[in-house]
């Protein structure tokens, strides 16, 4: 049974919850609210005329073909960056697991590139892909590739994804590090006995033993994906080129900062909040009722 | 002893202080970074030893974006600094905010400052001034796009390099040539569409967009999808596909490509050439633009790129008069052409050019006055003064866009531009909206 502890004063646990429902309502819910209210809104730059406009910033988002456009670029950037982080860091993690010596200075080597910040990330491998000075781009040029990922789309988003992945691998290796060393080896070595190959072992027992572990954090990877890759995409390819990088958070930026379009800003935040509200609907529903930690 | 220097001390301390607060402090914000901020920091401080009433305070805020954001999240927190250095496509947001700003104009009459618009180029003060001919921001630094070759590349490639391509015609002979004596980049450019759209519009006397090229009011529509235009993107697209354009990117790219010694020829802003100062094995040439010689009037005259300076309202009506005396510095003459020659922006009145040219600095430095040249070229038409387009920052980047699309050789010319059109169109009209007209 879980253990409950009662408070018996009426006021001290809400005094207790205060600092945080502060920090959550100045910090969260304010913003928000301010978001949906700016979204019904048409002003100008320097706020000196608003006027209310109903849905109509709404409206002409969905009639605008490059902002379901982008829609796609970030279902297919999310869905990338998604399943190849995963699948990297699954196979480094299995196989760091079975690491006898050293095993600590590898773990360590494999946490850090989560450290790094995004924007710096994205430098970072811009500078290698770089189209006339980046090492990978010459190497990649002498084998006859046209490789310019400022003219050429599919490029620019393997740069991103690559960049978003490297960033991601870390956080991802440490969960399923920590979900590998709860699976019980007498399962695994009982499968061993009945002459059960690691290939084997690995699909039929620990991969599904893992599955609560990759649910979690595929919701997790897709929402990185989503949000925490604007500095990786700032700092490389600025939504180029035409729109082919334009995810839909990016554009949020690009719109309300650079081009001082408020309404239809907090418009597309709006729509974006609401992703959000759905992915951590279905993680609760979902994740938190299967994951054992 | 050491009490009574200590004394001595402390009084000069207090004295310096009283000094301090009489004098009025005026905010400049700016963009400047690198050497340009070393210079524009001279500026101000010469200025402030040149009096004692007022002290100007550079501030650096960031990219020209940046500090456009930043000036106006603090002016809606109340706070915004007396100056505000704007490039000239946020020029129209400027201008539509009518309770942010004042004048220069205005701001010069007030503190019975000398003040003359025209003693600046036309295409300078025309690009800040509104019809009915009130210069609504101080002209400061400008630039414009012009054409660069690389003269060991044309060597090499047989091509003569005190004959650089003046036609767009002889640009693709060269461009051939360079291509097969084994040039890796022939050609690629900085600012694809301020070159390639809106200059090169200029330089045709072709409209950009209706009403003056919006000068003429905010029910302004894109014209960029004329006849003319479609074919030099066209032909812009055909280069690219046969290996002799390089896209670079839609900012200032171009400059370092060139500036290596990668690409043979570049079109990159007048200010490009410290950076190719910088490169001593570098043999370059500045020259005009090409142009087609079979349209009318062409060549016309270039557009400025570059920054203005806002004075953002709600001041003490003093510390207006500081920004109206630091105006009146910054008109000088000599202060003009010290900033000309120490930073590479054009000359931007007409006095500072002369006095520059009678220097002997033009002599010494062969080329540094082309760029004035070309924007001089003709006296400007409705087509050429400028532009002024609603919320240009997003409009240029559909512009930029729309070219990548056909660069990477996706669409055709024709198509990309109409759809340019089309997205334009739709950010105007949501500015002219926002702007309640």
Known sequence: ?293 | MQLKSLAIVLAACALAAANAQAQTEIVWWHSMGGALGEQLNALAGKFNDSQKDYKVVPVFKGSYPESLTAAIAAFRAGNAPHILQVFEVGTATMMAAKGAIVPVAKVMNDAKEPFDPKAYLPTVSGYYTDLKGNMLSFPFNSSTVMFYVNRDAFRKAGLDPDKPPRTWKDFQAAAEKLKSSGQQCVYTTSWPSWTHIENFSAWHNLQIGTKQNGMGGFDTQFTINSPMHVRHIAMLGELAKKGMFTYAGRTNQGDGRFASGECAMVTASAGAQATFRKNPKLDWSINFLPYYDDVKGAPQNSIIGGASLWVMAGKKPQEYKGVAKFFAYLSQPEVQMAWHTGTGYVPITLASYELTRKSGYYDKNPGADMPVKQLTYKLPTANSKGLRFGNFVQGREVIEEELEAVFAGRTDAKSALDEAVKRGNEILRKFEAAAGH
């Open chain 1, 1 to 293: 049974m879980e253990k409950r502890v009662v408070f018996r004063s009426a006021w001290l646990p809400y005094a207790l919850l205060a600092p945080q429902i502060a920090v959550t309502l100045v910090f969260f819910f304010w913003p928000a609210a301010q978001a949906i209210w700016f979204s019904f809104q048409l002003q100008d730059a320097f706020g000196l005329n608003t006027q209310f406009v109903g849905l109509r910033n709404f409206e002409a988002l969905f009639a605008d073909p490059h902002y379901l456009a982008s829609f796609r670029t970030t279902a297919v950037f999310s869905f990338l960056v998604a399943f190849f982080g995963i699948a990297i860091s699954l196979a480094l993690a299995a196989m760091a697991d079975r690491v006898v010596r050293g095993a600590l200075a590898y773990r360590t080597l494999l946490i850090w590139p989560y450290a790094v910040a995004p924007a710096v990330a994205g430098v970072l491998w811009a500078f290698i892909f770089a189209p006339s000075i980046g090492i990978v781009s010459y190497v990649l040029r002498r084998h006859g590739i046209d490789w310019n990922w400022i003219l050429r789309g599919d490029q620019a988003m393997l740069l991103i994804v690559i960049a978003s992945v490297w960033k991601q691998i870390s956080y991802n290796f440490l969960f399923f590090l920590a979900g590998l060393q709860s699976i019980p080896r007498s399962l695994v070595e009982a499968a061993a006995i009945d002459g059960a190959g690691p290939a084997r072992r690995f699909w039929t027992i620990v991969f599904p033993l893992l599955s609560p572990t990759t649910f979690f954090l595929l919701v997790v990877n897709i929402v990185y994906a989503f949000f925490d890759t604007f500095g990786v995409i700032d700092a490389t390819t600025q939504g180029g080129p035409a729109q082919d990088t334009q995810v839909l958070v990016y554009k949020v930026y690009y719109d309300g900062v650079k081009a001082a379009d408020l309404g239809g800003s907090s418009a597309q935040s709006v729509i974006l909040m609401c992703i959000v509200i759905v992915l951590t609907a279905l993680q609760f529903r979902f994740v938190e009722r299967r994951v054992q930690y």
